[in-house]
């Protein structure tokens, strides 16, 4: 029973970790460490994406539902794992690549809106 509560508490610390990627320049704008460490996390996601990787929570939950029942584990990606389970389609990870991507290029313009108002 602890090592399925365990990874059940890794699923919930992945999507809070996503959201964050997702959300953090509205808490980066005004606090620099936020600010830095959404960034690096930004810069984290690409390179696993880039190098064909998966997030280390993805290794840590299966290895979890793997100690609890192996028959729970599952291979692949975390977010197309659970995307298809949520939606029913199979996303490549080419898209998942773009819309890394686009997220990165989303929280650039952010940041640096801010870096250019200052500087006016």
Do not use: N
Not at 17 to 23: A, N, V
Not at 73 to 79: A, K, L, Q, V
Request: hydrophobic share 55%; glycine share 8%.
């Amino acid at each position: 029973m602890g090592y399925k509560l365990l990874a059940d508490f890794t699923v919930w610390v992945h999507l809070l970790w996503i959201l964050f990627l997702l959300t953090g320049a509205l808490w980066g704008r005004r606090h620099k460490w936020i600010r830095a460490f959404h960034l690096l996390g930004l810069a984290f996601a690409l390179l696993i994406q880039l190098l064909g990787w998966y997030c280390p929570l993805t290794h840590i939950e299966a290895w979890l539902r793997a100690r609890h029942h192996p028959d729970l584990t599952y291979t692949g990606s975390f977010i197309i794992h659970y995307a298809e389970r949520i939606i029913y389609i199979e996303i490549a990870p080419g898209w998942i690549l773009v819309a890394t991507l686009l997220l990165i290029g989303f929280h650039l313009w952010i940041y640096l809106r801010k870096w250019v108002k200052i500087g006016q």
